[in-house]
């Protein structure tokens, strides 16, 4: 059975510390067709809209992928580079300061979720910027793909106010 090989692209948009967001990826395979996703919540922050728009690609894909995945969210990219989720495992899910590790239910499944591949490589993307490369060109997509979503999430809040 051959490998499938993808490249993926998310990012996450949220409105102040805590409020309304969305989430967006954009999915590449080996053959060139292409596929994406978003969506939002009402009540979150930045972080947890980078984080899901990473796990539902992942969940998109078939088990014993081979994945590259472009991110703008240093903290995703680095703590599952660098897996920093062993030590804080380890610890009982308490960070460097020991203080509880945020958004540990997104973590805990991003780690599973990451299993079910052969292999994914995650690359960081500067966001916002106009850089021709790959990895920023994709991220510019799915920051727009996330902003709208974050702006239907906003609109239907209204609407149903």
């Not at 596929?35 to 009402?42: I, L, P, Q």
């Amino acid at each position: 059975m051959a490998v499938s090989k993808y490249e993926v692209w998310t990012d996450g948009s949220s409105t102040g510390r805590r409020g309304p967001g969305g989430w967006a990826f954009i999915v590449e395979d080996e053959n060139k067709k292409v596929w994406w996703k978003s969506d939002g919540d009402e009540h979150t922050t930045n972080s947890r809209m980078e984080m899901i728009a990473v796990i539902e690609a992942l969940e998109s894909l078939p088990e014993a992928s081979l994945i590259e995945l472009y991110c703008d969210s240093s903290m995703i990219v680095k703590g599952m580079r660098e897996k920093w989720y062993e030590k804080w495992r380890s610890n009982a899910w308490l960070n460097s300061r020991n203080a509880p590790v945020v958004n540990r239910d997104l973590w805990e499944k991003l780690i599973l979720v990451e299993q079910r591949h052969c292999n994914i490589t995650y690359y960081g993307v500067k966001g916002h910027t106009n850089s021709n490369t790959k990895g920023a060109r994709g991220n510019r997509r799915a920051d727009s793909m996330a902003v709208r979503a974050k702006r239907r999430i906003i609109r239907q809040m209204e609407e149903s106010s």
